[in-house]
């Protein structure tokens, strides 16, 4: 996914995925990676060493590390439990002055990965990607069933 | 916190009364300076009661949790007897290298929390060869901190908090009475106990046994009973000689 070649510009802020599945984050990466385009480096920290379910902070660190080679800085995506805990960790062992550079988004990962891809794809600082990230968190993906009850079939009153 | 001074504490004029431990061979009350051939057997000790205690740590966890804590804390305790530094070693090294191989072997969130832990131990403790029982306190305040802090756990939630954080204060206050450090660790070792049995009637709260709710009510919580293994290990290897 990096390609060949020089170095290009570091982008504004990556994108470090954090799951337990290995191919969750692949798809979720693939996903957002779809609708940014190339300038956007997005990483993942998946799965444990061995293959299994898991997340490993020492992975979660190499992430980070590699995504502030390649961007000014970071926003870390994560899915259930354990993972939030081993990114804090993984933050822990940041040396301090690249630890500033790295943000969390508490944010759903499918959701909060292509809003947060969008967003950096326009070269915005990760604060902000951050903030967009995280109103996933209300996204509606259901248009509300209130409001139009429109043509029920039955034609009853009720209505609004 | 506390000079360097080796004696300092409770040392100088053992109070009469504080004789509880050893009688006999305790004669200077402060014992023998925790160094980190002492931290080395600490980590050991604990590795010792994971392993023998695995199954049960692992069938606690089958009734709440996924069944994995004895088998998850044994191999990351295993993977830091095999990264202890040499001999020679500082407390701080020796704990920090624990720290690293429970970060990236135990899995799950005891992984991260206990590591966490010992990190912050480590850092309690930086660039000292030879802990006073102050020391020793600190070292495990900022394990107990490190732990809440990284899983915004209070008291009552049915955690490896619940058997810490008395263990704790049972350590605090002992010393604060002047007792020797071996002594004060055991208490704070029999307050993790009764923290832990403590966890039986209570709902989790935390971590993936939560979304079960009352079901979890009835079953002690497997991270309080590894804490606990956590404090007697350090009450048989910290507290001075013959135990």
New interface residues.
């Given amino acids: 996914m990096t390609g060949p070649g020089p170095a290009p510009a570091p982008a504004a802020t990556a994108l470090v995925l954090v799951s337990h599945s290995r191919t969750l984050a692949e798809g979720v990466r693939e996903l957002a990676a779809q609708m940014a385009g190339p300038g956007v480096p997005i990483l993942t920290a998946a799965g ?2 061995d293959g299994s379910l ?5 992975a979660i660190l190499a992430a980070l590390e590699e995504a502030l080679e390649r961007a000014r800085e970071a926003v870390v995506l994560f899915d259930l ?2 993972a939030y ?2 990114t ?2 993984a933050l ?2 940041l040396p301090e002055d690249r630890r500033r550079r790295v943000v969390l988004a508490d944010a759903p990962l499918a959701e909060g990965a292509v809003i947060a891809a969008v967003t950096a794809s326009v070269g915005v600082g990760a604060e902000e990607v951050r903030e967009r990230a995280e109103e996933a968190r209300g996204m509606r993906k259901v248009p509300d069933p209130p409001d139009e009850p429109a043509a029920a079939p039955g034609g009853d009153p009720g209505g609004r | 916190m506390m000079g360097d001074e080796p004696a300092a504490p409770a040392g100088g004029t053992p109070a009469p009364g504080g004789a509880a431990a050893g009688p006999g061979p305790g004669g200077d009350g402060a014992g023998t300076p925790v160094d980190g051939e002492a931290i080395r057997a600490f980590i050991q000790r604990f590795a010792e009661k994971v392993a023998a205690h695995k199954d049960e740590l692992t069938a606690l966890d089958a009734a709440i949790g996924d069944a994995d804590h004895g088998t998850n804390m044994d191999r990351g305790l295993q993977a830091a007897l095999e990264r202890l530094p040499g001999e020679g070693a500082v407390p701080a090294d020796l704990l920090k290298a624990a720290a ?1 191989a429970l ?2 072997k135990v ?3 005891s ?3 206990y ?2 832990a010992f ?1 912050r131990a480590a850092g309690a403790v930086a660039g000292k060869a030879a802990l006073a029982p102050g020391d020793v306190l600190a070292l495990f305040q900022a394990a107990l901190a490190g732990i809440q802090e ?2 915004k756990a209070a008291r009552g939630e049915k955690t490896m908090v619940d058997a810490l954080a008395p263990a704790v204060d049972a350590l605090e206050a002992a010393l604060g009475r002047g007792a020797a450090l071996g002594e004060a660790l055991a208490e704070a070792a029999r307050a993790a106990r009764a923290g832990s049995d403590a966890t039986i009637p209570l709902v989790v709260t935390k ?2 046994a939560s979304y079960l709710g009352e079901r979890s009510k009835g079953h002690r919580d497997p991270g309080s009973l590894s804490a606990t293994l956590m404090m007697e290990a350090a009450a048989e290897t910290l507290g001075g000689p013959a135990r």
Avoid: F, V
């Fill in positions: 444990l060493e898991g997340t490993d902070a020492t439990g354990s805990l081993n804090a960790t822990d062992l | 690293m970060i990236s899995g799950g969130a992984g991260p929390l590591g966490t990190l990284r899983g971590g993936r």
